[in-house]
């Protein structure tokens, strides 16, 4: 008895190449029927993607746009004040939460809308926001705001 590596007919080491390219192991039926259910899958999840689609970021950063208007009011600041002001206002954070929690626009957008140096400073000042939860040092008509846009 002869022990050793059986040769590969030709079938077979079609189908191993093919098993090397990252595709399946197996016959030509079921090659077709694993493409058509990857393809289903994929045309099915594509349409329900809308949090990443651009009518999706249109809408949001307009929505922002609008909170931003409303939030810089309510706090009784201008937009050509922002630069003078510490990346850490605290009337500066509570804006971009409000932001933050009602849309999806990116940290980058918050930073450079309410100048705040750095998306992760935006992120470092959302989190402390969050974890201390006092808001007494805020004016009053900025508190009313952020508790009609309900955060």
């Not at 050793?4 to 390219?21: F, I, Q, T």
Request: with cysteine.
């Amino acid at each position: 008895m002869k022990c050793g590596l059986v040769p590969l007919s030709r079938e077979m080491d079609a189908r191993c190449s093919h098993l090397r390219r990252g595709w399946y192991w197996g016959s030509q039926a079921f090659g077709e029927k694993m493409l058509k259910l990857v393809a289903a899958t994929l045309t099915r999840s594509a349409n329900r993607n809308y949090r990443s689609s651009l009518e999706r970021k249109a809408h949001d950063t307009s929505r922002a746009e609008q909170l931003l208007q409303e939030g810089l009011r309510a706090a009784g600041l201008k937009a050509q004040e922002l630069h003078r002001l510490r990346g850490s206002d605290r009337r500066k954070v509570a804006i971009a939460r409000a932001i933050s929690e009602q849309t999806l626009v990116p940290q980058k957008w918050l930073a450079e809308r309410l100048v705040m140096k750095s998306p992760a400073n935006v992120s470092q000042q959302l989190r402390r926001f969050g974890i201390d939860g006092k808001r007494s040092d805020l004016p009053l008509s900025l508190r009313s705001w952020l508790f009609f846009v309900k955060i």
